[in-house]
C-alpha cells in the first residue's frame, strides 16, 4: 500500500499537510492556473500568432539567455565568495558578509538606476568601457550585469553553510592518500558542493528571468534588440492587450517550469550520489 | 621507518600543546599515545603526519629531516578518529583513492588497482560490502575501511587518532584485539593516540604516558603499570589506593602494622604508599606484625574478581580486589574484621 504517513511522535501531520496544499492553491496555483484559463480564450492561431511574432521570440530568448549566463557567473564567482566567508578569518569580514545580502535589500529599481549611472556611456566605468567598444549600458551585458548583482546573494547564501560545515579533515584525509590540491578539490569537495551549487543556480536564473526592476533602466528598452520579455508583457497590459500579456506568460511560465523541473532533477541526481535524501 | 621526535613545541595561542617533547619510535613497533584529553597526544600525532606544523624541534623519518616534505610526500598513513569517508564514494573507491591520484606515470593499471583494493577488503574481512557507501556501514566497518583506505598507499607509517573511541564497548574490544593481530601480521611502524589505559595496555608493544604537553614515561605496558615513574603515570594506569605512613628510624608504619620498603631514606618522616587493589591480602587471623585491621564496608562479588571497601582502623578507605576463589575460602560479609597485609607497594615517596 503507498503510504503516506510513516508513524511519528509528533502530531499534526494531517493539519500540516491540509494547511499546505491550502496556501499553496490559494497563493500559488489559483493565480498560475487563472493565466492559462485567461489565455485559453484566445484561439490557437492566434496564441501562436503572438507567440511567434520576432519581437516576442526576441524578448523570451533574451530573457532568458541573459538569465543564464548570469546565473553561471554568479555560480562560479559566489562560490568564490561564499569560500573565502566561510574559510577565512580576515579585517572587515563582518562587512563584506553583510554588503551581500545588499542585493536582497535594496529595492531593484534603486539597483537599476545606481547601475546605469555606473555603466552608462558618461558613468564611472562605463565612460571605460566604452572608450574600448563595450556598449556596457543599453545592451544584453547590461542587462547580464544587473541580473549578476541581483542574482549573487542567491549563490552565495546557499553554498556557504554547506561548505562551512565540510569537515576539514576530509582535506586531510585526501592530502595524507597523495592527493594534491586540484585533485582534493576536484574529487572530494566538489561532488559534495555540486547539489548546492545547482540550487544555487537555479535560484538565481529562476530570479533573473523574473527580473524587471533594475533591468528596465540599464536595458535601453529598444524592441527585438534590448526589449526583455517582463517589459514586452507590461507594455502589453499598458496597452490593455490582457490576453497577449498573458500569452507571453503562459510561454515564460512553461519554459521555465520546464528548466527548473531539468535543474530540480540534475540536483536530486547529485544529492542522491552523495547520499543525501 | 624509524621516527625521532626531537625537542618538539607546539602552542595554540596561548595553550601550550607540546613542550619540548623528545621520543624514538623503532621501525615496525606498535606504540600508544595514552594521556587524558589535552596532554597533547593528538598535536603530537598531527605533527608526526604533517598536517600540523611545529613550532620548534625537528621529526626524522629514518634520520631524514622532514621538515620540507609536504603531508602528500610523507608516505603517512593517517586514520582519523571520525574516519572521514569520502561520502559520495563507494568502499570500493574510497580504498582505490591513493591509488587513483598517484602521477601517471607512478599509477596501477585500473585492473591492477581493481586486484589491490579487493585485497585489502579481504585483509580487512569485508570484500562483501566494496559496492557500498560509508553511510550505509556500522561504526566498526567504517574503522576497517578507513585503515584500508590508508593501507592502500603502503605508508611506511600508520598514525590512528583515537582509531576506537567513537565504538561502542563490545565492538572496541573485537577491534583492538583484531588491530594487534593485524600488526604481527604487517609489522609497519604504527602509532595511535588512546585515551583508554585499558586498550593502551593490551595492544600496544610500547607506551608513552603524555601528561600537560610533556611525556611522562616511556616504557612497555608490563613497565608503566608495574614499575611507574610517577604518580601521574600510577593514577592514570589503573585503580591505586592511597596511604599515609608514619616513618621511624627508616620504617614505615600504618596504625600498628609495619610495611618493609627497600630504600627508604633513613630520616624520613612520614612516607605516602600507593598500593593496586589486587597488591593486598586479606585474611581473617592477624599474619604477623604487617597486619592491618580494617572492617568490610562493602562487598560486590559480581565480576571476575571481588571487590570490597575496607576501612582500616586508622580511617583510612580502600578496595581491595580478591579473586573469587579466595572469596569461596574467605567468605567475608559487610561489617566483618579484615586484617590486611600488602603484598607489594606499586610506589611511594617520602618526605623528610
Known amino acids: ?277 | 621507518m624509524s621516527i625521532e621526535v626531537k625537542g618538539v613545541s607546539k602552542t595554540f595561542d596561548t595553550f601550550k600543546a607540546l613542550d619540548r617533547v623528545d621520543l624514538n619510535i623503532e621501525t615496525g613497533e606498535l606504540l600508544a599515545l595514552l594521556g587524558p584529553s589535552g596532554s597533547g597526544k593528538t598535536t603530537l600525532l598531527r605533527i608526526i603526519a604533517g598536517l600540523e606544523v611545529a613550532d620548534e624541534g625537528q621529526i626524522l623519518f629514518h634520520g631524514e629531516d622532514t621538515k620540507e616534505r609536504k603531508v602528500k610526500d610523507r608516505q603517512v598513513g593517517f586514520v582519523f578518529q571520525h574516519y572521514a569517508l569520502f561520502r559520495h564514494m563507494t568502499v570500493f573507491e574510497n580504498i582505490a583513492f591513493g591509488l587513483r591520484v598517484k602521477p601517471k606515470h607512478l599509477r596501477l593499471s585500473d585492473a591492477q588497482i581493481k586486484e589491490k583494493v579487493h585485497g585489502l577488503l579481504r585483509l580487512i574481512q569485508l570484500d562483501y560490502i566494496g559496492e557500498r557507501y560509508p553511510w550505509q556501514l556500522s561504526g566498526g566497518q567504517r574503522q576497517r575501511i578507513a585503515l584500508a583506505r590508508a593501507l592502500a598507499v603502503e605508508p611506511k607509517v600508520l598514525l590512528l587518532d583515537e582509531p576506537f573511541g567513537s565504538l561502542d564497548a563490545q565492538v572496541r574490544k573485537e577491534l583492538r584485539q583484531w588491530l594487534r593481530r593485524f600488526h604481527d601480521q604487517l609489522h609497519i611502524t604504527s602509532l595511535f593516540v588512546t585515551h583508554d589505559q585499558e586498550e593502551a595496555l593490551e595492544v600496544a608493544d610500547k607506551i608513552v604516558v603524555m601528561n600537560k604537553g610533556r611525556l611522562e614515561q616511556v616504557g612497555t605496558p608490563e613497565e608503566v603499570y608495574h614499575k611507574p615513574a610517577n604518580k601521574f603515570v600510577l593514577n592514570f594506569l589503573g585503580n591505586v589506593n592511597f596511604f599515609h605512613a608514619r616513618v621511624v628510624d627508616g620504617k614505615a608504619y600504618l596504625g600498628n602494622a609495619m610495611i618493609d620498603l627497600p630504600d627508604l631514606h633513613k630520616n624520613s618522616k612520614t612516607a605516602s604508599l600507593f598500593v593496586r587493589p589486587h597488591q593486598f591480602e586479606l585474611t581473617r587471623q592477624p599474619k604477623d606484625g604487617s597486619s592491618l585491621k580494617a572492617v568490610a564496608l562493602t562487598i560486590n562479588p559480581a565480576g571476575s574478581v571481588v571487590k570490597i571497601d575496607l576501612k582500616s582502623e586508622g580511617g583510612d578507605t580502600f578496595q581491595a580486589e580478591i579473586t573469587q576463589e579466595e572469596f569461596q575460602a574467605l567468605r567475608f560479609q559487610k561489617g566483618d574484621t579484615i586484617y590486611v597485609s600488602l603484598r607489594q607497594v606499586t610506589y611511594y615517596e617520602y618526605e623528610i
Open chain 1, 1 to 277: 500500500m503507498f503510504l503516506l504517513k510513516q508513524r511519528s511522535s509528533l502530531p499534526g501531520f494531517h493539519l500540516a499537510l491540509g494547511y499546505t496544499v491550502f496556501y499553496l492553491s490559494l497563493i500559488v496555483l489559483i493565480p498560475l492556473s487563472t493565466l492559462f484559463i485567461k489565455s485559453s480564450s484566445l484561439d490557437w492561431k492566434t496564441f501562436i500568432d503572438i507567440v511567434s511574432a520576432p519581437r516576442t521570440l526576441a524578448a523570451i530568448r533574451l530573457s532568458f539567455s541573459t538569465a543564464f549566463v548570469a546565473a553561471s557567473v554568479n555560480v562560479f564567482f559566489g562560490f568564490m565568495i561564499a569560500w573565502v566567508l566561510a574559510r577565512y578569518r580576515f579585517p572587515g569580514k563582518k562587512i563584506i558578509d553583510a554588503l551581500i545580502d545588499f542585493p536582497f535589500a535594496l529595492p531593484t529599481a534603486v539597483a537599476g538606476i545606481a547601475l546605469t549611472a555606473l555603466y552608462s556611456p558618461h558613468g564611472w566605468v562605463g565612460r571605460y568601457l566604452y572608450s574600448w567598444g563595450i556598449e556596457s549600458a543599453y545592451s544584453p551585458l547590461g542587462i547580464t550585469l544587473a541580473l549578476i548583482f541581483i542574482g549573487l546573494p542567491f549563490v552565495v547564501r546557499t553554498i556557504e553553510p554547506v561548505i562551512q560545515e565540510l569537515d576539514p579533515e576530509l582535506e586531510e584525509a585526501a592530502a595524507s592518500l597523495g592527493a594534491g590540491r586540484w585533485q582534493t578539490f576536484g574529487r572530494v569537495l566538489f561532488p559534495v558542493l555540486l547539489p548546492p551549487l545547482l540550487t544555487g543556480f537555479n535560484l538565481a536564473f529562476a530570479r533573473g528571468i523574473a527580473e524587471y526592476g533594475s533591468i528596465i533602466f540599464i536595458a535601453g528598452n529598444m524592441p527585438g534588440k534590448t526589449e526583455i520579455a517582463p517589459l514586452l508583457i507590461i507594455t502589453k497590459l499598458e496597452q490593455f492587450d490582457y490576453t497577449g500579456a498573458t500569452a507571453i506568460a503562459v510561454v515564460m511560465l512553461t519554459i521555465s517550469f520546464i528548466l527548473l523541473a531539468i535543474t530540480n532533477f540534475l540536483q536530486w541526481w547529485a544529492s542522491k550520489r552523495i547520499g543525501i535524501n
